[in-house]
């Protein structure tokens, strides 16, 4: 990204778009799929990668998933026909989320997706939808409900999962019962690997009952980003009161995402794939080898670190009692960390439009172009180096992973912020395209 702010295309873009816009950079999200892929080759494991689409609306990540071979890992009947469309071949997309519908189960049956199938009920239908349209065997996952998250509302219990595997066996050729699935919320690594191990157990009880292409388990999402040191994180958690955001707003240190993290993306499957699972004596690298399991992961924010930045020009500044508060020409929705009562804590960087302004510190929070007196995108002071101007841009880094555009909508009847692709940034000019072209 820096690349890009030194080149100047920033400043030209936000001439041009006159309007606030993302900046998206699909390379870092290659390098990130290579990564993982190396770690699982590095430890010996067979294993197959799905993009979780809703981290980012944008087509290109799902080009480069389907460029790189890799899946995509879609919740709607729009998200499928998207990563069809970008060129995600059927056999690799994983459907998942609760309670399906018909339009999209159908279409997983039809294309010969992986559902990942999250209750009784819709294992009925997805059978049914089968055999009534004389279709092609469907790909089941079962979804577990994880003992360590009893109150997830996604997921089969052991007696749903006992009758689910009945049912399968009864379907015969109507489904082709591939394995397990779960996906957990926080980012422990102990906990995914215990229930990793117990579901390659339960591949092998299916197999002995005779669903023989029992082989498959996947882990879901929840690769850690670090977003910062830890140095920085700990003193930032430590010293953190209401007196450093605007109008004295407080947060509390446990709603904030864990901006650092030791062990982060590819370190941490590594890590993951050299724990060992409860009583077990074996890395979980080792008992997935051992059953001859191929492991599935459904990374969305892992994918996306380094792939994108948010920027936005000052159009006001104002004094208030020992800081200033900034408005800027977009909206909080761009960055949706902000509607989670929390706050997006990497830094914006100040980018002037004019050089040789003063050097020293210049608090500022930063507020939204609204009638809403919550719509902050930044409630903190930030310690800017320069005081910041109208006409400055600010540059929130490393927003591709959720924040984007997961509620972006046209409030006040402002445009959606436009998506600019830089293909390689590796130029002395970087280019520039849409995500999309406008029809
Ligand atoms: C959201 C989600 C993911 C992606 O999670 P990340 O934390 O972005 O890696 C994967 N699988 C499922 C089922 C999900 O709901």
């Not at 990204?1 to 100047?8: D, E, I, L, N, R």
């Not at 339009?103 to 009534?132: M, N, P, W, Y």
């Not at 092998?204 to 910062?228: C, F, H, N, Q």
């Not at 670190?305 to 104002?318: E, H, L, M, N, Y």
Request: charge should be negative; glycine fraction near 8%; include cysteine.
């Amino acid at each position: 990204m820096s690349t890009v702010v030194a080149s100047g295309l920033v400043g030209e873009l936000a001439h041009a778009l006159d309007g606030p816009f993302h900046v998206l950079l699909p390379d870092a999200f290659t390098a990130n799929l290579t990564a993982l892929r190396d770690a699982l080759a590095d430890a010996d494991v067979d294993g197959f990668v799905y993009y979780a689409k809703k981290a980012n609306k944008a087509a290109v990540f799902v080009e480069r998933a389907a460029a790189g071979g890799a899946g995509v890992d879609v919740a709607s009947a729009a998200e499928l026909r998207e990563a069809l469309g970008h060129g995600v071949r059927g056999e690799h997309l994983m459907v998942t989320g609760p309670a399906k519908d018909t339009v999209l189960l159908r279409l997983a049956v039809t294309h010969g997706a992986t559902i990942a199938v999250d209750a009784l009920d819709e294992l009925d239908q997805v059978i049914s939808l089968v055999l009534t349209g004389r279709e092609r065997p469907a790909r089941v996952l079962l979804r577990v409900l994880p003992d360590a998250q009893p109150h997830s509302r996604f997921g089969m219990s052991e007696s749903e999962l006992t009758t689910a595997l009945k049912r399968c066996l009864e379907a015969g050729d109507a489904i082709r019962m591939e394995g397990f699935s779960f996906h957990l919320s926080g980012y422990a690594l102990q906990p995914r690997a215990d229930l990793a191990a117990r579901l390659v157990e339960q591949c092998r009880k299916a197999r002995g009952m005779g669903l023989e292409e029992a082989d498959r388990v996947s882990i879901g999402g929840g690769l850690p980003v670090s977003y910062t040191d830890a140095d920085s994180w700990h003193a930032f958690l430590g010293t953190q009161r209401p007196s450093h955001y605007h109008a004295e707003k407080a947060f509390r240190a446990g709603d904030f995402y864990p901006y650092h993290s030791p062990v982060a993306g590819p370190d941490a499957l590594r890590a993951l794939l050299a724990t060992r699972p409860e009583g077990s004596g074996s890395t979980l690298a080792e008992v997935i080898r051992e059953a001859g399991i191929e492991l599935l992961l459904e990374p969305g924010r892992a994918l996306l670190d380094q792939a994108g930045a948010t920027v936005f020009r000052v159009q006001g500044v104002k004094d208030r009692d020992g800081y200033q508060l900034l408005t800027v020409d977009g909206t909080s929705l761009s960055l949706s960390e902000q509607w989670f009562n929390s706050e997006y804590l990497p830094d914006p960087q100040l980018v002037p439009h004019q050089q040789g302004s003063s050097a020293g510190v210049f608090p500022a929070s930063v507020g939204a172009a609204t009638c809403l007196e919550s719509d902050m995108l930044t409630w903190r002071k930030i310690a800017f180096p320069h005081p910041p101007r109208v006409g400055d841009l600010l540059l929130y880094p490393n927003t591709a992973g959720y924040q984007m555009d997961s509620n972006e909508s046209p409030f006040h009847d402002l445009p959606l912020p436009p998506k600019v692709v830089i293909d390689r940034v590796d130029q002395a000019r970087p280019r520039w395209r849409f995500d999309r072209h406008f029809s």
